[in-house]
């Protein structure tokens, strides 16, 4: 049963140069390796240890401290059991994977990296559909997040021409009937009615980031000013 008295978490924004020892995320602070999340999920059914984000289990340093980013981030957006359940278990196999495979960082990550961890996935951890697609599905959005807002992830986008749908073959009775992607005709008459006749920046501005990066509304409005940085493409 769900207590109506748990206190909702209180999203700031990382910035440059704050001390992180500061900033607190439950019943503990950023710069731990176990954040305990129960004040924002006082469900009595739930053992303690249910109630704990551990980022012990990734190896290395650099795997911990892009975990503490994509949690404290999920955290402001999603209720904290969808959280644990990514940062417990999803993430583990993949960080685990790559220290075996020498995999240190993952700025040179590639598609042919990702092609290989699914085939080690099918064919030596021997997950279900479920499990692999849980597993790759989260690594496309930490990957989709981690180039916005600059973590340690692949500087190319190696979801590009395969998706993890795509990848697991998830054929979902309920995409019968799924809307159709926007013609490109009338997504270019979008466009220029947004660049040309809108009279508020911000929704322009909205529009053309949702447009370019599939970035959900909530995760624009989190977005602060000068974290998106031009690459050399333009």
């Known amino acids: 049963m769900q207590q109506s008295n748990a206190i909702k978490f209180d999203y700031k ?3 440059p140069g704050m001390n992180h020892s500061q900033i607190r995320i439950g019943n503990s602070v950023y710069t731990d390796d176990i954040w305990d999340v129960e004040p924002y999920m ?3 059914t739930l053992k303690k240890s249910a109630k704990r984000i551990k980022f012990t289990a990734f190896p290395r340093d650099n795997y911990r401290k892009l975990m503490k980013q994509y949690a404290y981030y999920k ?5 904290p059991r969808s959280v644990i359940g990514y940062v417990n278990g999803c993430f583990p196999t993949f960080f685990n994977y790559c220290e075996e495979q020498c995999m240190f960082s993952l700025r040179d990550y590639t598609e042919s990296d990702m092609l290989e961890f699914v085939d ?5 951890k021997k997950v279900t559909i479920r499990t692999g697609y849980s597993i790759t599905s989260c690594l496309e959005e930490l990957f989709r997040i981690g180039r916005i807002k ?25 995409e019968v009937n799924k809307t159709e992607p ?3 005709e009338i997504f270019d008459r979008i466009l220029d009615c947004v660049v040309n006749r809108e009279p508020f920046r911000l929704t322009t501005a909205g529009i053309i980031l949702q447009s370019q990066t599939g970035l959900r509304i909530n995760e ?14 333009g």
């Open 13 to 15: 924004p990382l910035e």
């Open 42 to 44: 006082l469900d009595v």
């Open 75 to 79: 955290l402001g957006m999603v209720k």
């Open 120 to 124: 080690y996935l099918m064919k030596e």
């Open 150 to 174: 600059g973590w340690e992830v692949p500087e190319n986008d190696v979801f590009a021409l395969i998706t993890a749908k795509d990848l697991w073959k998830r054929n979902r009775r309920s």
């Open 182 to 184: 926007i013609p490109d």
């Open 220 to 233: 624009i409005l989190s977005l602060k000013e000068g974290c998106i940085e031009r690459m050399a493409d």
